[in-house]
């Protein structure tokens, strides 16, 4: 099935650090969804996105829905040892039901 | 708290046995339920969409008569893995819709067929 394209693929930080990944698509989406995946768990919600050009921030967690509804890009600011964990954009595409598409993921270490 | 429960949490069986995993709405109804499928380092990818009442849609290159999904009641949705072959083994992630159409997801099922 289609995956999202996701930037960086992985990433070693500063604690302190801010942190910036993005998701990009051929395909036009409707919805942008992020989520944080811990190791042997399932993902969980971070910030949903449902307009081109929503800004929207959960904490130090801020995520911005792009312009041509193509692209999205998550930051972390600050970034601290439990922020280590992959992080996965998903989208729905216009004119589909429920269904997401998943981006590759960006795993995210974090040094002290 | 957590929304979706699944179970079991992992389950380890022999090549050739069927393994049972449910999936349950512990908040609200969900007359439609997502079933995942995700090997290690890799991405979720969707397997079927469950509803309620009716037969489950697979997405392309899933077989249906390998993967029974059964939805049987508004709270409960199942995913059978028929004859399983270590190939099967994997983590089974299932989740729900919320009310703006994003996905809250069980905790998974790790499976291991030796």
């Known amino acids: 099935g289609q995956q999202l394209n996701q930037s960086p693929q992985s990433m070693f930080i500063q604690e302190g650090e801010d942190v910036s990944m993005n998701c990009t698509s051929s395909s036009i989406f409707n919805t942008w969804l992020w989520y944080k995946q811990d190791p042997g768990e399932g993902p969980v919600l971070l910030i949903a996105?449902?307009?081109?050009?929503e800004l929207t921030s959960n904490g130090r967690l801020t995520a911005q829905f792009g312009i041509t509804r193509k692209d999205s890009f998550l930051n972390i600011s600050a970034s601290i040892p439990s922020d280590v964990g992959i992080y996965f954009c998903?989208?729905?595409?216009?004119?589909?039901?429920?269904?997401?598409?998943f981006g590759t993921g960006t795993r995210l270490q974090v040094t002290l | 708290g957590a929304v979706v429960s699944q179970h079991p949490s992992r389950v380890i069986c022999k090549s050739g046995t069927s393994v049972k995993i449910e999936c349950r709405s512990l908040?609200?109804?969900?007359?439609?339920m997502f079933w995942y499928r995700q090997f290690p380092k890799k991405s979720l990818m969707l397997m079927a969409t469950s509803n309620e009442g009716s037969k489950a849609t697979y997405e392309q290159g899933v077989e249906k008569d390998k993967f029974l999904i059964n939805h049987a009641s508004l709270t409960l949705s199942t995913l059978t893995v028929t004859s399983a072959h270590p190939e099967d083994s994997s983590f089974y992630i299932c989740s729900k819709s919320g009310d703006y159409n994003e996905q809250f997801f069980g905790p998974g099922t790790r499976l291991t067929v030796l």
């Open positions: 998903a989208g729905r595409l216009s004119g589909t039901a429920s269904k997401l598409t």
């Open positions: 996105l449902y307009k081109a050009g």
């Open positions: 908040d609200f109804q969900a007359t439609t």
